[in-house]
């Protein structure tokens, strides 16, 4: 059963309510007051407010661990995770497995590699016969190119000074291209004149025919013997 109000002057005939009927008699309390004071207060609301933003951050909080964790195993999911812990173990039993079988016939192939390789085979199991196939051309290649390796190998000392020799030749070949370029600017001038020239030639022979034709020769003097006489006795 609910607890009766002592404010309430109604349920509650009792000193307080009528201390409460008289103040509002004298009006020095009004019913407006007496319901605003009933209402709840908002402190209340933000009290709640504030728990369930708690709530919430609490939430937040838990789902970026829960993000965190994950992350993490994603990240080590190659240790942790049973399938790739299963492929790891089956590896390591196969690579265990062909070691033991090694070991047992460790004397017998100390034996066969004493031996020369000439006229003798291993055994390749099928399934790595296309392997087998693709490092024998990647064997014959390397052994093709062997030498030109080695010569590679052989002038890598005397790189720098190659080097420099390349520049400096590279300097000269700079200088005669330029001279060639302007040697054939020369010549192509030379040809020019040449043709003016050869242009001129018929022309100039010309004017000297026509110049001979129209010059007229002066007669000798004619001397008489008397003259002559009498130079030779002087």
């Keep these: 059963m609910a607890a009766a109000n002592p404010w309430d002057p109604a349920t509650a005939p ?3 309510g009528l201390l409460l009927g008289h ?10 007051m007496l319901n605003i004071s009933k209402k709840s207060t908002s ?11 708690t709530d919430i951050q609490a939430e937040i909080y838990q789902k970026n661990l829960e993000i965190e964790l994950l992350s993490l195993e994603k990240d080590a ?10 492929q790891k173990c089956h ?3 196969s690579m265990n497995n062909h070691l033991e079988a090694v070991l047992k016939e460790k004397r017998s192939l100390r034996q066969r590699l004493l031996k020369p390789m000439c ?16 490092l024998l051309e990647l064997a014959v290649t390397f052994i093709e190119r062997l030498e030109d390796h080695l010569e590679t190998i052989r002038n890598i000392p005397h790189l720098d000074a190659d080097l420099k020799k390349m520049s400096t030749a590279l300097a000269k070949m700079d200088i005669l291209v330029t001279e060639t370029e302007e040697l054939a600017e020369n010549v192509l001038k030379w ?9 001129y030639i018929p022309k100039i022979l010309a004017e000297k025919n026509s110049l001979h034709k129209h010059v007229i020769v002066p007669p000798l003097p004619v001397t008489s ?10």
Excluded: W
């Design 77 to 86: 999911a190659d240790v942790v995770h049973p399938s790739f812990l299963a």
């Design 14 to 16: 009792n000193a307080a």
């Design 43 to 53: 402190c209340f609301v933000n009290f709640s407010r504030l728990q369930q933003i």
């Design 91 to 93: 590896s390591l039993q």
């Design 191 to 199: 040809r020019e004149q040449q043709k003016e020239v050869s242009s």
């Design 119 to 134: 006229q003798g085979n291993l055994p390749v199991e099928a399934v790595y016969h296309r392997y087998m196939v693709h």
């Design 23 to 32: 103040l509002i008699t004298s009006e020095l309390v009004t019913e407006e």
């Design 225 to 234: 013997k008397v003259n002559v006489q009498t130079i030779n006795a002087k």
